[in-house]
């Protein structure tokens, strides 16, 4: 019995390719542990940017922190909790502007938490959450693993150090890329996805 989170993220909807792969992962995975699915759709249910109220709420001790700081807190708990409980993580971003989306960025925003999910000591940068297994499927209309835009491929290379920067270092990537270059690359791209995915699920027999 496996617990996973998928985390989607594109405000495209049921139209988002980010979002149909990341969920097919997820729904294998679980179809063969019996699991449970935490949900955290990002674009139906983007979260509040953080404040004030959450950078100063954090560092706070409990006793002093006013309700904004506490309502703040108490939300990002509940995101590392989620994150905490996942034995797999799913993720689906689509690229805006060369990198992540908003709501995505939000997301990381809360769960990157010092002294929660990471921590400096003499030895430099420790990753506080426990090792698990993170799929990361992303999402771009044009070819970005390689040729001229790989330098411009801020979203995968963003969140793989995010993802590390918490201590989960195992991260699978599945792309599904050049959406828009045609109708005949949107269904090339479409067809190499389900094949990364196939490979990805064999692997995890």
């Given at each position: 019995?496996?617990?996973?989170?998928?985390?989607?993220?594109?405000?495209?909807?049921?139209q988002s390719l980010s979002t149909r792969f990341a969920r097919d992962i997820a729904e294998s995975l679980n179809a063969r542990s019996a699991g449970t699915i935490v949900k955290r759709d990002l674009g139906a249910a983007p979260l509040p940017h953080i404040t004030a109220a959450y950078?100063?709420?954090?560092?706070?001790?409990?006793?002093?922190?006013?309700?904004?700081?506490?309502?703040?807190?108490?939300?990002?708990?509940?995101?590392?909790?989620?994150?905490?409980?996942?034995?797999?993580?799913?993720?689906?971003?689509?690229?805006?502007?060369?990198?992540?989306?908003?709501?995505?960025?939000?997301?990381?925003?809360?769960?990157?938490?010092?002294?929660?999910?990471?921590?400096?000591?003499?030895?430099?940068?420790?990753?506080?959450?426990?090792?698990?297994?993170?799929?990361?499927?992303?999402?771009?209309?044009g070819v970005f693993s390689e040729g001229k835009n790989v330098p411009f491929d801020f979203q995968t290379t963003y969140l793989a150090h995010l993802l590390g920067f918490i201590g989960l270092t195992d991260i699978e990537v599945v792309r599904v890329e050049g959406t828009l270059v045609s109708p005949d690359a949107a269904k090339a791209a479409i067809a190499s996805t389900e094949a990364q995915i196939r490979a990805a699920l064999e692997r995890a027999a």
């Open positions: 019995m496996t617990n996973i989170l998928l985390v989607t993220s594109s405000p495209r909807g049921p950078i100063d709420g954090r560092i706070a001790p409990p006793a002093t922190r006013t309700p904004e700081q506490i309502e703040a807190v108490n939300l990002a708990q509940s995101l590392v909790d989620e994150v905490q409980a996942a034995e797999v993580i799913v993720i689906g971003s689509g690229m805006i502007n060369f990198g992540p989306s908003t709501q995505l960025k939000a997301w990381f925003d809360y769960i990157t938490w010092p002294g929660v999910t990471f921590r400096y000591d003499a030895t430099g940068l420790m990753g506080l959450l426990p090792a698990k297994k993170v799929y990361l499927v992303t999402a771009t209309g």
